[in-house]
């Protein structure tokens, strides 16, 4: 059973840092990746990276103040946060599909598991 685990949420001021994690179990080596949606708005893309971390890919919001990464030998996928701004409050979520190169990487119908979400929420 495929179980997708997100934690490291939290309250923050803006310009501040979290790094989220998700652990993942009864899951191989995929592409994986960040969501995240505010209230009353769609699921959006974060991040997404390749199997073996050689790709990474994020949306222009977060680009330069975001980093996804993964430790394989710990089933574990991160996503450093810096430089926080209100606007990036909402429910973040960790996602896996069933291939190694994140095809469609962006579409959150691309994905084949979530996690259940964590919350962060950035202050002005």
């Known amino acids: 059973q495929v179980q997708l685990a997100e934690s490291g949420g939290g309250l923050v001021q803006a310009g501040g840092s979290l790094r989220l994690s998700c652990a993942a179990s009864?899951?191989?080596?995929?592409?994986m990746g960040w969501f995240r949606q505010a209230p009353g708005k769609e699921r959006d893309v974060v991040a997404a990276i390749s199997w073996s971390a050689t790709s990474t890919y994020y949306a222009d919001s977060v680009k330069g103040r975001f980093t996804i990464s993964r430790v394989n030998a710990k089933n574990t996928m991160y996503l450093q946060m810096n430089s926080l701004r209100p606007e990036d409050t909402a429910v973040y979520y960790c996602?896996?599909?069933?291939?190694?190169?994140?095809?469609?990487?962006?579409?959150?119908?691309?994905?084949?598991?979530w996690g259940q979400g964590t919350q962060v929420t950035v202050s002005s």
């Open positions: 009864g899951l191989g080596n995929y592409c």
């Open positions: 996602a896996a599909q069933l291939t190694r190169y994140c095809t469609n990487w962006s579409s959150a119908n691309g994905y084949n598991y």
